[in-house]
């Protein structure tokens, strides 16, 4: 069933379009305010937005522009007094799908929303056609990574702890929310714990939680993010940063699915589905003793690798282009493309921040143009110098990469994985091992 979500300060409205929309077979939500639409919308995902222009608290262009920065993808229908016409004609250009002037009747309703169902389902055929998958703010026609998205959708089936890993920037937590929503708890919460931003005793007591008095500045009692989770899925972010005295109850609470809030010596027991990731190799980690391995054992049920920007370049122009419209729309500005010299450079940088530095280089330089054509000069100077300054330098890789591609290149000109270890001077364990960490296929 589809989802929508009206948001309105008109009660007469809201009802309205509750019914009318109920009756069409979509499941509602409804809002009075733009900031109570805004929390619905993050929870909810809704397919479909009717939102008016004018609100209690905030201007509806303001509340679809946030929606639209979300990058969750949705329609967004806006409801305007005839007055404002105008405004709603620019609400278009920024990414509003269309706009219904009020009064409106019935029969109006159905013409919007029998486009709405004709655009989605061209969408969904265009998409199809050109191999691209699109959901849940990832887009690919990476052949690759379309395989990790099955195998995510497989296991997003069970309840099995999964570990997404792969270089910062790679979109483990966009992953992980999809998990959620493809998942049988997609109705309950999803809630993320950020294990590197907080100092050891803050995490312990946003993980588990505290008592009042637990500890200095313990004013009052906390329900730990596992708590706030149950139900639903929480998501361990970067959890090779968890500090080893956390390590062990986290293990304990993986065992057992019980643990105790700070200064509380009562257990409680929660039902929630983990998902972790790390931008870190855990192995060495365990390695180095700076993590359990008993822990890591147990996080590492299912492991899902997501590859480097510069490992799907046929990903670049396509994320490129839908950065650009995406920005466009959220800065008012109307971008029609990349110049081919530009794409050019695109697809030849590294990308070692990878989709997040991309978004990033192409929300600058969508500021920065003075045309609706994104060109060289509008990127930043390590962007736009990159060809010059490197054009003589092929040479300067780090160890692991110039590792991998010879291990790959000794792999593929010998007959099997034995003689390929004698040639490279070690034995099968070690490239067992070494294919594992680079993960090769």
Known sequence: MKKALVIDDDRNILITLEVYLED???????ASSGAQGLEL?????????????KL?????????????????KAQVLMITAYASIETAVSAVKMGAFDYLPKPFVPGQLDLVLE??????????????????FSEGGILTRNRKMRRILQTARQAAESNAIILISGESGTGKGLLARLIHDWSPRAEGPFVTVDCAGLQENLLESDLFGHIKGAFTGALRDKIGKLKLAEGGTVFLDEVSEIAPSIQGKLLRFLQHREFERLGDPKPQCVDVRVIAATNRDLEELVRDGAFREDLYFRINVLEIFLPALRERPEDIALLAEYFLKRSGRMNAKVMQRIAPDTLQYLQEYPWHGNIRELINVIERGVIMAHEAELRINDLPPNIANYKIATISSAQLQNLADIEKGHIQNVILNTNSLEEAAKVLGIDPATLWRKRKKYHME
Do not use: C, H, W, Y
């Not at 486009?115 to 056609?129: G, I, Q, S």
């Open 41 to 53: 919308f993050q929870k909810e995902k809704p397919d479909l937005v009717l939102l008016d222009m």
């Open 24 to 30: 069409k077979g979509l499941e509602v939500s409804t």
């Open 56 to 72: 209690p608290d905030r201007d509806g262009l303001e509340v679809l522009k946030e929606i639209i920065a979300t990058g969750i």
């Open 115 to 132: 486009r709405f169902k004709r655009f989605n389902t061209l969408e969904m055929e265009v998409a199809t056609l050109k191999g691209i």
